[in-house]
C-alpha cells in the first residue's frame, strides 16, 4: 500500500540519514545567513532558487551589504576571447560571478568605476549597460543636428567616454568623431549625450572642439572630466605631457595643462623622444600620467591632485627580481593604468536590492599599496612574507588566481575593472612591487586571462581604416540615415615662394591673427592663407576718409583662404609693423594655419605661421651690422620675430 | 557553597560548574570552558551554575551537549590566552586539526550543532559549523543542496520556478 503510493520518490532519500524532514529548512535566519556568508557570489545566484526562505536571505540589503564586505575583491568586467556573445562579471581570482548576454561581439567594455558600463565600438555604437540589472541602452547613432552634413556616418571613427558628474550625478557620455583622414580634414567633432530616464528625445549635442588635435585613444576619465593628450603640431612645439581637459559638468573644456615631466626642462628633450612611454590613466579618481622607464625597468606615477595650480604627486615603483605572485601583481598594476574601473557587483538581476553597489574608492591590489599623497621613496623590501601577513586574505586571493587563471580559456577584449576596498589605505607604507622586467604591453599569455591593455586596443585610424563593422544591435532601428555627404572642397596645402631672384627668405614664424567672423570654418592644419594688405589711398572703397580713419583703416591686414573666404585680420603688433614694410615692397609674406579649426568665434586667436621674404634690394637692411640701426625700418619686425620665436 | 567567592577571577580554571541538558542529564566542566558561550558567560559571572544548581540548557539534549563541550574544552585554554599571540604553531595546527575532525560528522548531528551553538552562542563554533555546511553546499545545484539537506521534495510550483531560474542564471550553473 506504501509502497503505490511513493513509487519512485524515495530512493534519493534512501541510506541517507534522515533528520527531521524539515529541520534543515527552519533553520534560524542568523544561522543560515553566516553559512551563506561564506559562499561566494556565484554560488548564492544559484542558491536561491533552493527554497523561499533561502531567496530572501539572500536578497535581504543587509546580507547583501554583509556579504560584500567579506567578500570585498575587485571585480572586474571582462570579454573572453572565448566567448565574445557575453560579458563577465570576473573576481580576482578568475572566477566568473555573473555573465551577461552581449548581442554585438564587437563591442568593448570601456567602463569606468561607476555603476554603469559603457561598451562602445569605434564605429559609432555605443551602448550603456548596467551589470546589475543587465539593462542595456543602445546610444543613438545619428550625430548632433549641427554636425549632421560634416560626420561620414558610413565610416566614422569615433571614441566614447562614460563619466559621471560628482555634484550632480548624472550620467554623460561623451562621442568624438575622428575620422580616419582628420589630419586632412582637420576636423575632430565632439558630442555629449546624457543618460537619464527619458529616453524619447534624448539626443547628442555639439560640444564645441579645443584648440589642439586630440590624442583620441589617450583619453581617459577621471571624477567627471575627460583628459587627452594632444597630437604634436606644425612646429611641434606641444610637450609630450600637454593635456586638454573637457568637463562634463560643465560641459565645456578646460584650459590646456603641462604635465610635470616636461616641467623639467633638462629632461624635455629626452621625454619627447620617449612620447610612447607615457600613458594616461585614472586611479583612485585622480587623473595619472605614467611614465615607464624600460632601465631599469620602474614605473612613475604622477597623480594630479590640483588642476587649478598644477599640483602633481609622484609615486615610482621599482621593478625587481620576481616571483610568480608578484609577477601576477604587475601586470594587474599595469592593467590598471589602463582599465576602466567598475564599481559593481552583483549577483541578481531584476529586483531592486540586489544590486551590490559599493562605492568604495579604489585603490591597488592591497600589497601594492600606494602612498600618492605625498613624494613616495621607494625602499626595498624583499621579504614577502610581512606582506602576506599583513595582507592574507588578499594574497590567498591572488594565489588562486595564478591556479584558477592557467585554467581559464584565453581571454581577450576586456574592459576591466578592479576596484577594492580601501581600508585606509596605510599611508607610511611603501610598497615595492618585484615584478619583471616586461615590456609595458608585452600581453600576459601564461595567465590565461588576458588583460587588454587598452592603450592599444583603439588601432590607429589610419593602420586600421576600414575594420569591421559593428553588427547593429537586435532592436535597433534600421538605418536608413545613410547620408549624401558631399566632401567638401579640398584644402589648398600648396604654397609656391616667390621668386627667388627677387624675393629672399629671411625668416620663418609664428604670427597671431584675430578672427573677424564665427561659424563654422573649414581651416586645416597648413592650409595657405592669403593676405590682404591695405593700400594707402586715401580713398577706401569709393569713400573719402578722414586722415585717421585711414591710418586706422591701413593697419588692418586681413587674411582668407580659398576655402572659407575671410578668416580674420592679423593682430595690431603685427599689422602695425608689416603693413607698411609690404606696401614699400621691402618685405613679402606668406602664411599657413598652423591649428585646424571647425568653429571659429569672434575675436578668437588664430595661430598663423608666416614665412617672410626680403626684397634683394632691401637686403642690407638684414645685415648684422645695419640689423640694430635705429633707423632701420625693419627693426620693429626683428623684434616682433624675436618675440614670437622665430624658428 | 563557598565556590563561587573563590572561582572568581583568573582561579576560574579550577572552577567548576554545571550544566543540564534538555534530557537531565549533568555535565560539569570547567568555567573557563563553559564561558566560550556568550549565553553561559554572564550567568557564571553571576555565580550560577556552581555545586549542586546546575544551569538547565532545556534547548540542548545531551548527544550534543557532550559534542559541544568537547569543543568548548578544547579550546578553552587557546581562547583564555586571548587567542594567538603566545600560541605555538604546533598549537595551531593541533587544533586545526582538531577542528576538521570535530565536524566530520552525521548532517543530524552538525544540525543540531548549529542549533546549539546559535542557542549558547559560541562564536567560533558557529563559525566552524557554518564552513563546514558551506562546503557542502558550494558548487552544488539546488537539487542535491535539497536532497543534502533533506528538504522534502519541491512542490510543482517550486519545481517550475527552480526551472526557471536555471534558465535565467545558467552562467551560475556552471
Redesign the interface.
Known amino acids: 500500500m506504501m509502497a503505490s503510493q511513493w513509487p519512485y520518490?524515495r530512493p534519493?532519500?534512501r541510506g541517507?540519514?534522515?533528520?527531521a524532514?524539515?529541520?534543515?529548512?527552519a533553520?534560524?535566519l542568523?544561522?543560515l545567513s553566516?553559512?551563506?556568508?561564506?559562499?561566494?557570489a556565484?554560488?548564492l545566484?544559484?542558491?536561491?532558487?533552493?527554497?523561499s526562505s533561502w531567496r530572501s536571505v539572500t536578497s535581504d540589503p543587509l546580507f547583501i551589504g554583509a556579504h560584500a564586505a567579506r567578500h570585498p575583491g575587485p571585480l572586474f568586467l571582462a570579454k573572453f576571447r572565448g566567448d565574445r556573445a557575453?560579458i563577465h562579471v570576473v573576481d580576482l581570482s578568475g572566477t566568473?560571478i555573473?555573465?551577461m548576454p552581449e548581442t554585438s561581439a564587437s563591442h568593448q567594455v570601456l567602463s569606468t568605476r561607476l555603476n554603469l558600463a559603457c561598451l562602445a565600438t569605434e564605429w559609432n555604437r555605443c551602448r550603456v549597460l548596467n551589470p546589475a540589472t543587465g539593462a542595456v541602452r543602445v546610444l543613438p547613432e545619428g550625430p548632433a543636428p549641427n554636425h549632421v552634413n560634416r560626420v561620414n556616418l558610413s565610416n566614422p571613427y569615433t571614441f566614447f567616454a562614460l563619466g559621471r558628474v560628482t555634484s550632480t550625478g548624472v550620467y554623460k557620455v561623451f562621442r568624438m568623431f575622428n575620422r580616419p583622414g582628420f589630419m586632412s580634414m582637420g576636423q575632430q567633432l565632439f558630442e555629449l549625450f546624457t543618460i537619464n530616464g527619458c529616453t524619447d528625445h534624448a539626443r547628442w549635442r555639439e560640444v564645441q572642439s579645443p584648440v589642439h588635435v586630440v590624442k583620441p585613444w589617450t583619453g581617459v576619465v577621471a571624477d567627471g572630466v575627460v583628459y587627452f593628450f594632444v597630437m604634436d603640431n606644425i612646429g611641434n612645439v606641444i610637450p609630450p605631457d600637454f593635456i586638454v581637459s573637457f568637463d562634463l559638468g560643465r560641459e565645456e573644456w578646460r584650459r590646456g595643462l603641462t604635465g610635470p615631466i616636461s616641467g623639467n626642462a633638462g629632461a624635455l628633450e629626452q621625454y619627447r623622444k620617449k612620447k610612447a612611454e607615457l600613458d594616461l590613466a585614472e586611479l583612485k579618481g585622480s587623473l595619472v600620467i605614467a611614465h615607464y622607464h624600460e632601465n631599469p625597468c620602474r614605473m612613475d606615477l604622477w597623480f594630479l591632485t590640483n588642476f587649478e595650480n598644477g599640483i602633481w604627486v609622484s609615486c615610482s615603483y621599482v621593478i625587481q627580481e620576481p616571483t610568480p605572485l608578484q609577477k601576477w601583481k604587475w601586470d594587474i598594476l599595469i592593467q590598471l593604468l589602463h582599465i576602466y574601473v567598475m564599481d559593481l557587483l552583483v549577483?541578481s538581476?531584476r529586483d531592486v536590492g540586489n544590486v551590490w553597489s559599493r562605492n568604495f574608492d579604489f585603490h591597488l591590489p592591497s600589497c601594492l599599496v600606494c602612498m600618492w599623497n605625498r613624494e613616495c621613496s621607494v625602499k626595498e623590501e624583499a621579504d614577502d612574507d610581512a606582506v602576506k601577513d599583513e595582507e592574507a586574505d588578499e594574497v590567498d586571493v591572488k594565489e588562486e588566481a595564478d591556479g584558477a587563471n592557467v585554467k581559464e580559456e584565453e581571454a581577450d577584449e576586456i574592459g576591466v575593472k578592479e576596484e577594492q576596498d580601501e581600508n585606509d589605505v596605510s599611508e607610511d607604507e611603501v610598497e615595492i612591487i618585484d615584478p619583471p622586467p616586461r615590456p609595458k604591453k608585452l600581453r600576459c599569455e601564461d595567465d590565461g586571462v588576458d588583460f587588454i591593455d587598452l592603450t592599444t586596443s583603439h588601432p590607429v585610424p589610419y593602420l586600421n581604416a576600414k575594420p569591421v563593422r559593428a553588427l547593429p544591435p537586435p532592436g535597433a532601428v534600421p538605418t536608413n540615415e545613410w547620408r549624401m555627404v558631399v566632401a567638401p572642397p579640398p584644402a589648398e596645402l600648396e604654397q609656391y615662394p616667390p621668386d627667388h631672384r627677387e624675393w629672399h627668405l629671411f625668416k620663418k614664424s609664428y604670427a597671431t591673427g584675430l578672427s573677424t567672423c564665427r561659424g563654422r570654418k573649414l581651416l586645416d592644419a597648413g592650409e595657405v592663407v592669403h593676405f590682404a594688405f591695405p593700400s594707402y589711398d586715401w580713398l577706401y572703397g569709393r569713400a573719402r576718409v578722414s586722415a585717421r580713419q585711414a591710418t586706422a583703416l591701413a593697419e588692418i591686414v586681413r587674411f582668407s583662404t580659398n576655402r572659407s573666404g575671410e578668416i580674420g585680420k592679423l593682430s595690431p603688433v603685427w599689422a602695425k609693423c608689416l603693413a607698411p614694410l609690404v606696401s614699400s615692397s621691402k618685405v613679402l609674406i606668406q602664411g599657413k594655419m598652423v591649428f585646424p579649426m571647425v568653429e571659429l568665434r569672434l575675436m578668437q586667436e588664430v595661430l598663423l605661421y608666416v614665412s617672410f621674404y626680403v626684397n634683394r634690394s632691401c637686403l642690407y637692411l638684414i645685415d648684422p651690422e645695419n640689423a640694430r640701426h635705429p633707423d632701420n625700418p625693419l627693426r620693429p619686425l626683428f623684434k616682433l620675430l624675436k618675440r614670437f620665436g622665430e624658428s | 557553597m563557598a565556590a563561587p567567592e573563590s572561582g572568581d577571577g583568573n582561579n576560574g580554571a579550577a572552577r567548576m560548574v554545571t550544566l543540564i541538558s534538555s534530557d537531565n542529564t549533568r555535565f560539569e566542566v570547567e568555567a573557563a570552558a563553559a564561558s566560550l558561550s556568550q549565553t553561559l558567560q554572564l550567568t557564571i559571572l553571576d555565580g550560577g551554575g556552581g555545586g549542586g544548581d546546575g544551569i538547565p540548557l532545556p534547548n540542548v539534549d545531551s548527544a550534543t551537549l557532550s559534542k559541544v563541550l568537547e569543543y568548548c574544552i578544547k579550546h578553552a585554554p587557546a581562547a583564555a590566552n586571548g587567542g594567538a599571540p603566545n600560541a605555538t604553531a604546533v598549537d595551531r595546527a593541533e587544533l586545526e586539526r582538531f577542528d576538521n575532525e570535530f565536524v566530520n560528522i552525521?548532517?543530524?548531528v552538525l544540525?543540531s550543532l548549529?542549533?546549539a551553538a546559535?542557542n549558547l552562542e559560541i562564536e567560533g563554533l558557529?563559525?566552524l559549523v557554518?564552513?563546514k555546511?558551506?562546503d557542502m553546499?558550494?558548487?552544488k545545484?539546488?537539487m542535491e543542496?535539497?536532497?543534502t539537506?533533506?528538504?522534502?521534495?519541491p512542490t510543482p510550483e517550486?519545481q517550475a520556478?527552480?526551472n526557471a531560474?536555471?534558465l535565467?542564471?545558467g552562467?551560475?550553473?556552471?
Open positions: 520518490s534519493t532519500n541517507r540519514p534522515a533528520p524532514a524539515s529541520s534543515w529548512g533553520l534560524p542568523d544561522a553566516e553559512i551563506l556568508l561564506r559562499l561566494p556565484k554560488d545566484c544559484r542558491l536561491r532558487a533552493v527554497c557575453h566568473v555573473k555573465r549577483y538581476s | 552525521d548532517q543530524s544540525y548549529i542549533m546559535h558557529q563559525s557554518a564552513k555546511v558551506a553546499i558550494k558548487g545545484s539546488p543542496i535539497r536532497r539537506l533533506g528538504f522534502p521534495d517550486e520556478e527552480m531560474h536555471m535565467e542564471y552562467w551560475a550553473y556552471e
